[in-house]
T-cell receptor
Framework: DADVTQTPRNRITKTGKRIMLECSQT?????MYWYRQDPGLGLQLIYY???????NKGEISDGYSVSRQAQAKFSLSLESAIPNQTALYFC???????????FGEGSRLTVL | DAKTTQPPSMDCAEGRAANLPCNHS???????VYWYRQIHSQGPQYIIH???NNETNEMASLIITEDRKSSTLILPHATLRDTAVYYC?????????????FGGGTRLMVKP
């Protein structure tokens, strides 16, 4: 089983719908991150969390919210999805400030 | 974090060394150089990182110039499976804001 698991892996939804992407990890890491990737581009940081209940905005947090209710789980929500949120979303974890990032396999979201 | 500049694409013959350059002329003294790669649409994978000295691991070697304004990632014997987008990132390994920022990267194509 993967150390960082994202669900769903693929989702097609309609404009205005609420969507939640889930991330769970078995690595015991304290830090978790959500990134977004548009086709042919690099990754942009949406939100990150250094511990349970700790939430920090990244580069592109508008239109997104997150929840870190347990160390192993970090969920990303789109309250009212819009087409330009169609992208590949990655969750990542890291232990402390200097550890390497471990990424999940990605969640491909399409908003029609 | 210091900004990095990488060529958008490179080709390499299978079995030959792949040398991927990265310019980070505004790097600060406490910023490390990290390399990640992303194969197709999978989650990025950590390769190597360094501060001043050259580093080597089972995947690659990292050569950092003496003035630290540029670096080169070396894949000594590239295989077809090394075809990926390679990201060079510089960041401070301390503090609360040590987020990893991914730019466009270099798309390496290893050809038979």
């Amino acid at each position: 089983d993967a150390d960082v698991t994202q669900t769903p892996r693929n989702r097609i939804t309609k404009t205005g719908k609420r969507i939640m992407l889930e991330c769970s990890q078995t690595k015991g890491h304290d830090r978790m991150y959500w990134y977004r990737q548009d086709p042919g581009l690099g990754l942009q940081l949406i939100y990150y969390s250094f511990d349970v209940k700790d939430i920090n905005k990244g580069e592109i947090s508008d239109g997104y919210s997150v929840s870190r209710q347990a160390q192993a789980k970090f969920s990303l929500s789109l309250e009212s999805a819009i087409p330009n949120q169609t992208a590949l979303y990655f969750c990542a974890t890291r232990q402390g400030a200097s550890g390497e990032l471990f990424f999940g396999e990605g969640s491909r979201l399409t908003v029609l | 974090d210091a900004k990095t500049t990488q060529p958008p694409s490179m080709d390499c013959a299978e079995g030959r060394a792949a040398n991927l350059p990265c310019n980070h002329s505004t790097i600060s003294g406490n910023e490390y150089v990290y390399w990640y790669r992303q194969i197709h649409s999978q989650g990025p994978q950590y390769i190597i990182h360094g501060l001043k000295n050259n580093e080597t691991n089972e995947m690659a070697s990292l050569i950092i110039t003496e003035d630290r304004k540029s670096s080169t990632l070396i894949l000594p014997h590239a295989t077809l499976r090394d075809t990926a987008v390679y990201y060079c990132i510089v960041r401070v390994v301390s503090g609360a804001g040590n987020m990893l920022t991914f730019g466009g990267g270099t798309r390496l194509m290893v050809k038979p």
